[in-house]
Every structure is written in structure tokens, then in C-alpha cells.
């Protein structure tokens, strides 16, 4: 799995999504939760990955999409570690639900707890 985040591994489709939070499981390592669902693509991919960041806490558009960067960038970095080892194609949506900016070091440790806190419940 390469280190990049095309956009075919983006998480578009209403439907997807629409399920993904009606039927998804979900881990947390506050300040980030990540709703997962197993699911089938046409594609070749392993997931596909949506982020957000809760307008009720970042008011302002800059501070929202900053947060989305430094989520997409983490998940970017860290996903090919993580991800090599499982078969099955899953849909995730990472959402940030702390209430301070982060820094991009502290969105990239929690990215990592969280996938390894991922890792742990699917693969047992």
C-alpha cells in the first residue's frame, strides 16, 4: 500500500456514508474516533476514508479545513503500516471530536493509537 491518498480512496458516496453511521463500529483515542464498516468496492482498494470535523466546536470554515488537513495527512502517512495485513475492504470516516486545535504531532500519535486500536478489535 503506498503513502499517497488518490481520490479514488476518498469517501464520497451519501449511501456509503448514510450506512457507515447506521451500521459502523467504532474506536476511540480521543481526540479522534474512527467509525469503520465493512463493506465491498468495484476497485482494487482496501479502504476508502472520509474525515470531519464538527462545525458546533470550530466555527470558522479556516479552522475546520486546517484540522481536515492535518487528519487526511496523518491517516496519509501512517495508513500503510497499519493496513498492509488486512484482506477485507472496510469504509472509514475519522472524525475529530476534541474541542482545542491540535497540533500535527498530536493528530499523529492519536492516529496511530487509533489504528492500532483498530487493528486489535478486528483482527481477534
Do not use: W
Request: aromatic letters at 12%.
Amino acid at each position: 500500500m503506498s503513502a499517497s491518498y488518490p481520490k479514488k480512496e476518498k469517501l464520497k458516496s451519501k449511501k456509503l456514508i448514510e450506512q457507515l453511521f447506521k451500521e459502523g463500529r467504532s474506536v476511540s483515542a480521543f481526540p479522534l474516533r474512527l467509525v469503520y464498516l465493512e463493506t465491498r468496492f468495484d476497485e482494487d482498494l482496501i479502504a476508502k476514508t472520509g474525515v470531519s470535523v464538527s462545525k458546533r466546536n470550530f466555527k470558522t470554515a479556516v479552522d475546520r479545513n486546517r484540522i481536515k488537513r492535518l487528519l487526511r495527512e496523518a491517516y496519509r502517512l501512517n495508513k500503510a503500516e497499519h493496513f498492509n495485513n488486512i484482506t477485507t475492504q472496510y469504509a472509514f470516516m475519522i472524525l475529530y471530536i476534541g474541542k482545542e486545535k491540535p497540533t500535527f504531532t498530536q493528530v499523529e500519535s492519536r492516529m496511530k493509537r487509533l489504528f492500532e486500536k483498530f487493528s486489535n478489535k478486528v483482527l481477534q
